[in-house]
């Protein structure tokens, strides 16, 4: 079972095969520079790429006994619309209960109204991508609001300069990348080589 988790190579492959890893010279709407990008809805538009990715990802929950023995009465949550994706295909591949999905509402995340105290099974955050850690930080306080737990955690990829935990719940990923952003254009080596500038959205 371990050997179907594909390795961060072959992650990386189908990440820069779909369009959804681009290497060039960046700037993020917070002004920052780097020279790769990431769009993980890219590859999660091919459904044998996002099983792939999902199922990959849903092995490294099935190995943990806490997990496994919880299984199905389990949540499967999205911080927002981007792991949407990566949530069902998790689900489906641990056939757990429950999927949930947080939203930006007027730049709060929340979940939507009339989900109740004492409902959501113990959670399992799953993402596309944690650069920051805030949206997964953000989703776990949800889930105590309503009274459950966070008992797995996890994304397709992970910056290293993110956090490894969620308080003593590990966050599992199939690439660890190391991020290379610069805080403003004259740190960053591709604005010194008057490299052409692409801004991005997200
Ligand atoms: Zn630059």
Redesign the pocket.
């Known amino acids: 079972m371990v050997d179907l988790i594909p390795s961060s190579e072959t992650v990386m492959d189908i990440l820069k095969r779909t369009g959804a890893f681009r290497e060039g ?1 960046f ?1 993020y709407p917070n002004g920052k ?1 780097s020279p790769h990008y990431f769009q993980m809805p890219l590859a999660f538009r091919y459904y044998d790429t996002a099983r792939v990715l999902a199922v990959g990802l849903s092995r490294k929950f099935r190995v943990d006994r806490d997990i496994s023995s919880q299984l199905p009465k389990v949540a499967i949550i999205s911080p927002s619309s981007g792991g949407i994706p990566v949530a069902f295909g998790v689900r489906d591949a641990l056939s757990a209960e429950q999927i949930y999905w947080a939203e930006q509402e007027g730049g709060k995340r929340m979940f939507r109204q009339y989900i109740n105290k004492g409902e959501v099974n113990p959670c399992i955050i799953v993402d596309d991508i944690i650069r920051s850690g805030i949206a997964i930080e953000e989703t776990a306080e949800l889930v105590k609001a309503l009274g459950s737990n966070v008992i797995g955690c996890g994304a397709i990829v992970r910056f290293t300069s993110a956090p490894d935990k969620l308080g003593d719940v590990p966050i599992r990923s199939l690439v660890e990348f190391d991020a290379h952003m ?1 805080d403003t ?1 004259e740190a ?1 080596i ?2 010194k080589q008057n490299v052409p ?1 692409e801004h991005v959205r997200f």
Do not use: A, Q, R
């Open positions: 010279h700037v520079h610069y254009g960053c591709d604005c500038v």
